[in-house]
């Protein structure tokens, strides 16, 4: 079926218009920022568990190279985005609103940029189970801020087939052009990542929505997918932002919503960045992981741009380029809609930055002081998600938490829609935030506490079975005593009759109990406790108790004797 | 008035009825107080509040034996949701219980540790992995930092290490605006 | 607020055309009051006072007061109304925002139970009165007892009892050309401000809307039924400022509805509650009484008409469910 790029289109509830600021950053084609001597290599990049260094201080890797094993499906690998030598794997602070630091590969490059070996990936021949596994060690996610890792999203039709691939070209966010430049200048490309991607998901149709303030890119993109002779729509979508939040995207294209909680796949449709359509092409077809990625810098600066950047490059090396204005006093990651504020410019890009906007009191002046809410409802009419922020700012506030959920508080995307229409400038999404991560270290607390207490009732349940084993034990031999004693007497007068045979059969009986006894406890000396340890541990604890042994040779006499 | 009288007293039978219905149709089976206390203290195990475990002073405070504000690793927060629970006055946690302290894990130093399981039988939750004459290891996540292994070591090994924020459990803070004094409460 | 204001003055040009420039006076008195009553709670409570004061909701209180309130009552009329609304009503509930009552009806209730018999002095004859007539009726120290300017509708509406009130008034009307004629005017004045916020987008349709069709239904088919004891449609719509609560009482954001249902409920239980409130209350206009009740009423609607979230419509489903 081939969707005409006039199809029928939808529309969400809510959402705003905000000035765009695009025109600055699109003026020039992007740029390649002069190789950096050092990278920072976050090893924790995408959601899920954080992958585990697999190369030593003092190795020397190729561009390209793994240097970070996904942990668990999900997860994705990093690798290094250029050759050199590993000089430390330490704490680096991340380009995180909190400004803390996590687990970094640093890298020293030797500026030769030598690559692995890199071959096209047979996908045809491949299995799901291997498709999904080659992409998880490509280090591919979404590239549109999410960074889901998109082996998950691409495994998920394999066998059913899904209706709708759409592709997100829309890119509401304002100052940021990085997927607008990408489709400009690498449609080619991406169109080919698109096929790929169809034909592992076995989508009936191919959608890439793109926002009508894009002329250019739709133009890119129309002409590489005739050019490609498939049957992709390339569709113009209106400009008004959130447009590009996936659930959005979806909505506007097909007319479904797909609720909180559900994945779009169970709805028969898919959604992808370009530039992750990009990354999956070269990770497919030219085998190349996903090393670098579009970084728009904007905002306050005398030369805003995109730059292709390597990951783990410093920030403030790339925001040197544009020559930053003096009165910059802020640098966001991300868009002035939904990016967070960084502590600082030392920080890595990694595979979420799509932007790094620089701030100032000039273009964004602080907000006037927050107001009380006038419950005049504008946010909600603003809402794309359909909620009442007003409610959800009043539970959040009061940390009513529990009504807040009530409320849908996870269903919001945290647009900023809100925020952006409110009155009485009250920074509703960050009291969102607030409550969103005030709840899930509840429920982590909760979990650990209910942990917690099972493991200390069913240590008491042992203890008791153990108490009352030892009573029956201690009964039992009491009895076999008396019994032993009747017997030994009953024996003793057996021998006084008839000779001294049977007291030695006694005797033998006796010693073979003990020893049974012994052995039993021998046993029982066995490491306790030991089920939920991993290999690891249990390797480390046997190194460390070889190590000990040698201890306890030499300081014998003083220790006391153990039990 | 006689008719007013059996009006009345019909409207009360069948009123009456259909509460009694309602209430065994739409029974909520409820927890027990009980579990209801214990779900809120914070099962660290640790006695500070000097019964044997999170449950025994939960059944101690359900029965109005103790007081709410027994236990210090719940803190404030435990003690005002046990207050808003049992419908009692907010107290601060008492000073002869022990205080507030940061959220911490047991470690133990494996150079110094002689393997004499004696942490392993203080230990409420087995959060210790060991045997006799064997080097013991504290699982982390599983430790609750009742501090109760502390005493029994005869070679003093282990300590507390309270656990600072990482990017995984930073948590997004309140909007406070030094503006408005007056707001920040609430 | 300050649209708002402005959406207010078509109606009270028209008010002081006909009936002079007591409302003026009125409007000055409240506003000064709630000025003043605001800043002092602000400074009470530690609060940036130039930015709370002028945002301009405590003027909006003050001026919907005086133009319920009767433009010849006693000056200490509006004053004690207004201090009631901005004190009590709005300040020690919390301030804007927290209210769960309209400030000015609060207001309006407290002075029409407490003093019904100045509450009815309205201003009579349609003759337009100088300024100095007006400030000595307003500012004059006569007590209830003397006022001898006692206008027909002011006896109308302190006689009022029950049905026969309606009738009278309709009679007094009807006798009265030139009253209607004001009123209309007025009423016209209110619709063109309130209109000009709707376009303005300061207000949603749902609450006129919902308000004014539920009064002209039950006006038309109450009166449809029995002509003798209800007033049709267009009576109900001008007289006892409908219009105005129509457009800037009702619409009240903080202490009414906020759903989109929610709006229309509210509205339509304000408009039922004041019709009951006209012809089978002892008190000569309910709206008052109707929107506190339904501010009241408030939070409940809320909860139970929020719209369903995104991806929970009923419309769609899920392929694979
Ligand atoms: S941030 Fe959340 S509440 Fe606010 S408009 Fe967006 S989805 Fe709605
Ligand atoms: S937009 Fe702001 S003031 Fe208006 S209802 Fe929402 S939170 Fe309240
Ligand atoms: S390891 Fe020590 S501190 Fe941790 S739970 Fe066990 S006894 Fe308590």
Not at chain 1, 261 to 267: A, I, K, M
Not at chain 2, 30 to 45: C, F, N, Y
Not at chain 2, 158 to 182: C, G, N, R, S
Request: charged share 20%; with cysteine; hydrophobic share 45%.
């Amino acid at each position: 079926m081939i969707r005409q790029p006039q199809q029928q289109l939808f529309r969400f509830n809510g959402g705003v218009t905000p000035e765009y600021h695009k025109d600055q950053s699109t003026r020039v084609p992007i740029g390649v920022p002069p190789a950096p001597t050092e990278l920072v290599i976050p090893l924790h990049q995408s959601i899920g568990g954080t992958p585990r260094p697999i190369v030593s201080v003092g190795e020397r890797v190729l561009c390209g190279q793994r240097i970070g094993e996904a942990d668990g499906d999900v997860s994705a690998a990093v690798h290094a985005s250029t050759s050199g030598t590993v000089v430390a794997i330490e704490m680096r602070q991340l380009p995180h609103p909190s400004g803390l630091s996590s687990l970094c590969v640093v890298l020293q490059a030797d500026g030769h940029n030598d690559w692995i070996a890199c071959s096209a990936f047979d996908y045809e021949q491949a299995t799901a189970q291997e498709i999904r596994d080659y992409l998880r060690d490509s280090g591919v996610v979404g590239l549109g801020g999410a960074v889901f890792p998109s082996h998950l999203k691409l495994n998920a039709g394999h066998q059913i087939g899904i209706d709708t691939l759409i592709i997100n070209g829309a890119e509401c966010e304002p100052y940021i052009t990085c997927d607008d430049m990408l489709m400009r200048e690498r449609a080619t490309e991406i169109v080919r990542g698109v096929a790929l991607m169809r034909r592992v998901l076995n989508a009936k149709a191919v959608c890439i929505g793109i926002e009508d303030n894009k002329p250019q890119a739709i133009a890119a993109m129309q002409t590489a997918v005739s050019e490609s002779k498939e049957d992709f729509a390339v569709t113009t979508v209106p400009t008004r932002y959130p447009a590009g939040g996936a659930k959005q995207l979806i909505r506007v294209i097909t007319g479904i919503e797909v609720p909180h909680g559900r994945r779009s796949v169970e709805y028969g449709v898919q959604c992808f960045n370009v530039a992750t359509a990009l990354a999956i092409y070269q990770a497919i077809a030219l085998g190349r992981p996903l090393i670098s990625r579009i970084v728009t810098v904007a905002g306050n600066v005398s030369n805003a741009r995109n730059f292709e950047v390597l990951i783990g490059t410093l920030m403030k090396d790339i925001v040197a380029l544009c020559d930053p204005l003096a009165d910059t006093d802020r640098v966001i990651m991300g868009g002035p809609m939904m990016g967070v504020e960084l502590a600082s410019q030392d920080v890595p890009v990694v595979k979420a930055t799509n932007c790094i906007l620089l701030g100032s009191q000039k273009i964004f002046p602080p907000a006037p002081p927050e107001m009380p809410c006038i419950r005049c409802g504008e946010c909600a009419i603003a809402c794309p998600a359909d909620l009442q922020p007003l409610e959800l700012y009043w539970f959040a506030r009061a940390k009513l938490f529990g009504k807040a959920q009530e409320y849908h508080l996870f269903d919001c995307i945290e647009c900023g829609c809100c925020s952006y229409v409110c009155p009485s400038n009250i920074p509703l999404v960050d009291y969102y935030r607030f409550a969103k991560s005030e709840i899930w270290a509840r429920e982590k607390e909760k979990a650990l506490a209910d942990e917690a207490r099972e493991r200390f009732e069913f240590r008491q349940f042992r203890d008791e079975r153990e108490e009352h084993e030892k009573v029956a034990r201690l009964a039992a031999r009491a009895a076999a005593a008396a019994e032993a004693k009747a017997q030994s007497a009953a024996d003793l007068a057996a021998a006084s009759a008839g000779g001294d045979s049977g007291g030695d059969d006694a005797t033998k009986a006796l010693i073979a109990a003990a020893l049974e006894r012994a052995r039993q406890q021998g046993g029982e000396i066995a490491p306790k406790n030991t089920g939920h340890v991993s290999a690891e541990q249990l390797a480390e604890i046997a190194q460390i108790e070889s190590r000990r042994a040698e201890i306890r040779e030499q300081a014998k006499p003083q220790l006391p004797p153990d039990s | 008035m006689l008719e007013a009288i059996l009006v009345m007293s019909l409207g009360a039978v069948v009123l009456g009825a259909a509460l009694g219905y309602a209430a065994v149709k739409f029974r909520v089976e409820g927890d027990p107080l009980v579990e209801k206390i214990d779900a809120i203290l914070p099962q660290t195990q640790c006695g500070q509040c000097s019964y044997p475990g999170c449950k025994p002073y939960a059944t101690a405070i359900a029965r109005g034996e103790a007081e709410i504000n027994q236990c210090p690793p719940g803190g404030e927060e435990g003690i005002r949701k046990l207050a808003d629970l049992l419908g009692r006055e907010f107290k601060p946690l008492s000073a002869e219980h022990g205080v507030e302290k940061p959220k911490a894990v047991a470690v133990i130093d494996e150079q110094t540790c002689i393997g004499c399981t004696l942490c392993i039988q203080a230990c409420p939750v087995d959060a210790i992995v060991g045997a006799a004459k064997q080097m013991h290891t504290i699982i982390a996540d599983q430790c609750t930092g009742c501090e109760l292994c502390l005493p029994p070591c005869p070679v003093d090994c282990i300590t507390m290490e309270v656990l600072h924020e990482t990017v995984d459990t930073w948590k997004w803070k309140y909007p406070v605006f030094p503006l408005h004094p007056a707001q920040v409460q609430s | 607020m300050l649209r708002v204001l402005a959406a207010l003055t078509p109606g009270i040009a028209a008010y002081a055309w006909f009936f002079g420039p007591g409302v003026l006076i009125q409007l000055g008195l409240a506003s000064l009051t709630a000025l003043l009553a605001e800043a002092l709670m602000l400074k009470l409570r530690d609060r940036p006072i130039w930015r709370s004061v002028g945002d301009g909701s405590a003027l909006v209180t003050a001026w919907l007061i005086a133009l319920s309130f009767p433009s010849t009552g006693p000056w200490w009329l509006v004053v004690v109304a207004t201090l009631a609304a901005i004190l009590v009503a709005k300040h020690l509930y919390g301030g804007l925002g927290q209210n769960p009552f309209n400030p000015a009806m609060v207001g309006f209730a407290l002075m029409i139970v407490a003093y019904p018999l100045m509450m009815s002095r309205w201003p009579g004859a349609g003759a337009a009165m100088d300024i100095g007539q007006a400030g000595a009726l307003i500012f004059g120290s006569h007590s209830v007892d003397t006022v001898t300017m006692a206008t027909p509708l002011d006896t109308l509406r302190t006689a009022m009892h029950g049905v026969e009130t309606k009738l009278s008034v309709e009679t007094f009307l009807q006798s009265r050309p030139d009253l209607h004629a004001a009123w209309k005017w007025i009423a016209a004045g209110y619709l063109a401000g309130g209109l000009w916020l709707l376009q303005q987008r300061i207000i949603s349709w749902h609450m006129p809307t919902a308000f004014l069709v539920t009064l002209i239904a039950l006006a038309g088919v109450s009166s449809a039924i029995d002509p003798s004891a209800f007033n049709g449609p267009l009576f109900e719509l001008i007289s006892g400022g409908a219009m105005l609560a129509a457009f800037f009482i009702v619409t009240d954001p903080v202490s009414g509805c906020t759903t989109p249902r929610g709006k229309l409920i509210f509205a339509t239980g304000v408009a039922l509650i004041t019709w009951i409130i006209r012809h089978f209350g002892g008190y000569p206009d309910g709206i008052a009484f109707a929107v506190l009740l339904m501010n009241v009423a408030a939070p409940l609607i809320d909860m139970y008409t929020q719209p369903k979230v995104f991806g929970l419509k009923d419309d769609q489903g899920s392929r694979h469910d």
